[in-house]
């Protein structure tokens, strides 16, 4: 089995969290119908939601553009988001707050969450100089 | 907030006029929403430099899209219209405190350093 780099554990991250983030702010009814979540019994649901997903977008923009101590720490703050976001989902699925579905695929994603956090934070992550490059020479044009 | 939100989501929903037997699924996200506000905002709490710079400026993103979705909430009547006013209330006064801690000297703003003199010669 090919061991899962840090590198590629980073990417996975910011995928999910440039997918899932605007995705819950534009489209908060959407998402809780992935995660499962019953939002005709819950009207306030769309604006949880939406403030989840801004928050979940802004740790993918620090995780892609914050200077490499950072940028580190906030890998490493996707392990225990996640971790918490698992533990969340098991602890509202106990208690029947959600259907059992979605805390098990809740408590899934944020368990594979929280070990891709794992390996990324714990390893020194490099980012491609092109892309630092090309990042300066558009902050230089402004 | 993000302590409240994820060790005591109840209430939070209540100061949002929600009941919380009423809809128990809504404890889940606030927790997803109160462990991200609470690690985001630990970056603010870090010496100057450009980790607070950083979250400066995180938060004042955050804290507008806040107020944008509290606004679509009260307009959707997602929330109470009571409620969607306090909502939104909070994240503005959250907004003119990121705002000051952007325009603070030795914080989020970015400042112009001097161009440097490549003809020059250090200790000529």
């Given at each position: 089995m090919?061991a899962?780099?840090?590198g590629?554990?980073?990417?996975?991250?910011l995928a999910?969290?440039f997918?899932l983030?605007p995705?819950?702010?534009?489209?908060?009814?959407?998402?809780g119908r992935v995660?499962?979540?019953?939002a005709?019994r819950n009207d306030?649901?769309p604006?949880?939601?939406?403030?989840?997903?801004?928050?979940d977008?802004?740790?993918g923009?620090?995780?892609?553009?914050?200077?490499?101590?950072?940028?580190?720490r906030?890998l490493r703050?996707?392990?225990?988001i996640?971790a918490?976001?698992?533990?969340?989902?098991?602890?509202a699925?106990?208690?029947?707050?959600?259907p059992?579905?979605?805390s098990?695929?809740?408590?899934?994603?944020?368990?594979?969450?929280?070990?891709?956090?794992l390996i990324?934070?714990?390893?020194?992550v490099r980012?491609?100089?092109?892309w630092r490059?090309?990042?300066?020479?558009?902050?230089?044009?402004? | 907030m993000?302590?409240?939100?994820?060790?005591?989501?109840?209430?939070?929903m209540?100061?949002?006029?929600?009941?919380?037997?009423e809809?128990?699924?809504?404890a889940?996200p606030?927790r997803?929403?109160g462990?991200?506000?609470?690690?985001i905002?630990?970056?603010?709490?870090r010496p100057?430099g450009?980790?607070?710079?950083?979250?400066v400026?995180?938060?004042?993103?955050?804290h507008?899209?806040?107020v944008?979705?509290?606004?679509?909430?009260?307009v959707?009547?997602?929330?109470p219209?009571?409620?969607?006013?306090?909502?939104?209330?909070?994240?503005?006064?959250n907004v003119?405190?990121?705002?000051?801690a952007w325009?603070?000297?030795?914080s989020?703003?970015?400042?112009?350093?001097?161009?440097?003199d490549?003809?020059?010669?250090r200790?000529?």
């Open positions: 090919p899962l780099s840090a590629v554990a980073e990417r996975l991250i999910v969290r997918s983030g995705l819950s702010y534009l489209a908060p009814r959407f998402t995660m499962l979540l019953p005709g306030a649901m604006y949880l939601v939406r403030l989840f997903g801004i928050r977008l802004a740790l923009v620090g995780a892609l553009l914050a200077p490499q101590p950072t940028r580190q906030i703050y996707s392990a225990v996640d918490a976001d698992a533990v969340a989902a098991v602890f699925g106990t208690r029947g707050d959600i059992v579905a979605a098990v695929e809740a408590a899934l994603a944020g368990s594979v969450g929280a070990g891709l956090g990324a934070g714990a390893l020194e980012v491609p100089t092109w490059a090309g990042f300066r020479s558009r902050r230089a044009l402004k | 993000g302590s409240v939100g994820l060790f005591a989501p109840t209430l939070l209540r100061r949002l006029s929600v009941n919380p037997k809809q128990p699924g809504m889940y606030f997803m929403f462990i991200r506000t609470v690690l905002g630990t970056d603010l709490l100057d450009l980790e607070r710079q950083h979250a400026r995180v938060a004042l993103l955050i507008a899209t806040d944008f979705a509290a606004v679509i909430a009260a959707r009547g997602e929330l219209r009571r409620a969607a006013l306090t909502a939104t209330t909070i994240s503005g006064c003119l405190l990121s705002l000051g325009l603070l000297p030795d989020g703003r970015p400042t112009m350093a001097p161009p440097r490549h003809n020059s010669v200790g000529a």
